[in-house]
DNA sequence: CGGGACATTGATTAAGATCAATTTAAGTGG
DNA sequence: CCACTTAAATTGATCTTAATCAATGTCCCG
């Protein structure tokens, strides 16, 4: 019986040393980490180390991080559910996720993927209480930020709260795109711009944009490009007999980038 | 004949003392104005009087009014274009808009049609841009709201800042929404999930939710719900038949309510 | 009154949904 | 470690919806 600890991380000892230390091998098939590297890279939305880029250096870095406690989530576990109020937003420290609403009638819509870097729960600021589920794609990490300590962080920093505004509407930007991706585009034009987005975010983060494994489902990657699940599986075949991809279950070659880019930006 | 004004139902002329009054017949085809309505009921995203609700009541409205200058579109026209600078953020105080953007392939989607009491604008604050095209669906008026002063007044005021974030977070989640619709949905439940919006908000600014006027082509509704045109008409014409709608051009009967919500809220 | 934009309607076609059957891989437990 | 169970993915056959192509109708504005 596949019984899931829910007192969440498996992770114990290690903490004790270095903070920011982890031995990868507690979660053998977890990406590695790379807060360094979004961090300094600039590319993450809000990260504790964004967020004292442009305040005073005089406040401690690690009592910074201290501030944004970690906290995995198992594969297939949420970190929040649509209906729980909003405490805290979260960054994607290591990991994947899919967002997801259900409507009252059952009808599910996977809205986005996140990534290592990006920030969840933005979907619970209109209301106070979240209107997604964030479910773990694989054993992930965040970081915890409590909603109103980084509105009072806005408060005292300009900086800041643009950084904010900005990723808000960077998410906001990404629906409208998709938008466009539902209405205009067919089957074969809809997974070739999703693959062109994963790919995008894969080079970002300093991996492979030519060869990647899928962290999600037929049935996720269906039902967030308003597909069925028989359609998604046809349209990769279709891709691979026209050598622009290489598909082997969920692992990803694209062999042509130019065509998947030629079919993905749209007729 | 059922001939019903197209312009909005007029609020009688408490607006011809104050500062806030226009001569309408500059343009005849203007829905009157609603400042006091869209502020005092707090449904405003972002407005002038909003941004005072909080703060010191010694600021004179005047003074503030004076700060977010008002500016008349003309139907057809834009208001700002996909990678003007962003500098202000504007509130549609009367009329109607539709936002859409154009890939460099020239697919063109209408993402929403903004109304009286909506604030545009945000799409340019991920990159400093504007990505969308705004253009004004009838003869509408503006509140300019410069980006930084707003930004400024963040930084000076919480409860500001938390409104812009949920303004900013309601436009995200309305587009998760219409991802699902465009991703779930047939013709038919999309143009009754289309319907009901714009009911729901006819209502929410005092208007019949019953009755009104589409101020929009049925190539624009096309265009924001992932379908031809044609299939728009036919599918006004099929729910006529099934008694749920009184369609004629652009004017708007809902009939059974009920049995329209059914098919928008989803399978 | 006439021209052009907008809308409706009809006939046909094609893309993807649906229904159904296998195949493959990954665990689980004996 | 291997048989067994189950989830995920692939493939095939058929059907349905909406796209497409085309013609006509209607209203508004100059």
Redesign the pocket.
């Known amino acids: 019986?596949?019984t899931i600890d829910t007192t969440y991380p498996p992770v114990e000892g290690h903490q004790s040393s270095n903070q920011d230390s982890f031995s990868t091998e507690i979660f053998p098939n977890t990406a590695p980490l790379i807060p360094c590297k979004v961090a300094s890279m600039g590319l993450c939305s809000v990260s504790e180390a964004c967020l004292n880029i442009k305040s005073n250096s005089n406040i401690k870095y690690a009592s910074s991080t201290a501030a944004f406690p970690r906290r995995w989530v198992r594969q297939g576990e949420s970190l929040y559910r649509a209906g729980d109020a909003l405490i805290n937003l979260y960054q994607l420290y290591t990991g994947s996720a899919k967002l997801r609403t259900i409507t009252c009638v059952g009808t599910e819509q996977v809205a986005e993927f996140p990534m290592a870097g990006a920030l969840l729960g933005l979907d619970g600021i209109e209301t106070g209480k979240y209107t997604c589920d964030a479910i773990a794609l694989e054993d992930s990490m965040v970081r915890t930020i409590p909603f109103f300590d980084l509105l009072a962080r806005c408060n005292a920093d300009t900086e800041t709260a643009l950084r904010l505004n900005k990723a808000m509407a960077q998410e906001t930007n990404h629906y409208r795109h998709l938008l466009l991706v539902l209405a205009s585009?067919?089957?074969?034009?809809?997974i070739a711009s999703f693959l062109l987005d994963i790919s995008e975010r894969m080079a970002t983060y300093g991996y492979s944009s030519r060869e990647f494994v899928?962290k999600?489902?037929?049935?996720?990657i269906?039902c967030h490009l308003?597909?069925?699940?028989?359609?998604?599986?046809?349209?990769?075949?279709r891709l691979q007999a026209a050598h622009i991809l290489d598909?082997?279950?969920?692992h990803l070659n694209i062999r042509d980038h130019d065509a998947l880019r030629k079919l993905g930006m749209g007729r």
């Open positions: 019986m596949n585009m067919n089957s074969e034009e809809r899928l999600m489902t037929r049935a996720d269906a308003g597909m069925k699940l028989e359609t998604v599986s046809r349209t990769f075949t598909v082997d279950r969920r």
